[in-house]
Each structure stands twice: as structure tokens, then as C-alpha cells.
């Protein structure tokens, strides 16, 4: 059985752990996000470069998984909005810049405006459902 946090209830459905490392994007709704932050980009890229796969704005609720792979990939988030353009983004305060996942786990980034909406961060949650 998996476990999901409490806030991941539109995931259960979409979960299929086991096979891969599995990636979700989740635009935060702290600071009102979704109003300032209206292009993004979660780009997953494992150290070695074989294997990358991107979510974004146009497709936000696409879970990407790889192929039977697990370890520590790279991430590479870039966002714009009304109030800012186009930027890569930095991860916030004790987030870790990359992702950790295994192969039976899905990995969550998340994207937060700043309290003002003139610019966003990003956080990483390591294997954050097993299954």
C-alpha cells in the first residue's frame, strides 16, 4: 500500500510506483501562486544525462517516470509571470537544489511565489509516496 501525505489526495489515482522514479510538479497555493506565476518549467535530468523529462504550465498535472531508474537527479526550474520575467529559479531556504527518488517513489518540486509576487522559489520533497 502507499503512503501519501495528507495533501496529496489528487495524486492517488495517478501514482503507479514500482517501476521507476516518478516526478510530480505542484504549483504551491501559498502567496497566490497560480495568480503570479503564470509559465513554468520543471526540467528532471539524471547526473549522467540519459534520461530527462520536463512538466510544465501547458501540462501541469503529467507525472513523468523513468525507466526502472532511481538515485539523485538534477532539477532545472524556470518561471515567469505578470510581474517578473522569465527566470530559473532558486530553491528556497533548506531546500536542496536537486531530487532524490527510488525506483518505487514518486519525488515532489514545488513552486511558491514570493510574498510580493515579483519573483518564486522552488522546494524539493524526496520520495515523498512509496508504494
Known sequence: ????????????NKVESGNGAQFW??????????KYVTKWEV?????????????DSDNPEEIL?????????????R???????EQILTPKPGSKPNIGCKSNCTAIVGIVATEEGGGA???????????
Not at 500500500?1 to 492517488?12: G, L, R, S, T, Y
Not at 510538479?25 to 497560480?34: D, G, I
Open 1 to 12: 500500500m502507499c503512503k501519501f501525505p495528507d495533501n496529496a489526495e489528487a495524486m492517488k
Open 25 to 34: 510538479a505542484y504549483v504551491s497555493p501559498q502567496h497566490e501562486t497560480s
Open 43 to 55: 526540467r528532471f535530468e539524471q547526473a549522467d544525462g540519459n534520461w530527462s523529462g520536463t512538466i
Open 65 to 77: 517516470q523513468t525507466p526502472s531508474l532511481s538515485g539523485i537527479f538534477k532539477v532545472t526550474v
Open 79 to 85: 518561471a515567469s509571470g505578470h510581474e517578473f520575467e
Open 121 to 131: 522559489h522552488y522546494w524539493t520533497t524526496w520520495d515523498a509516496i512509496c508504494c
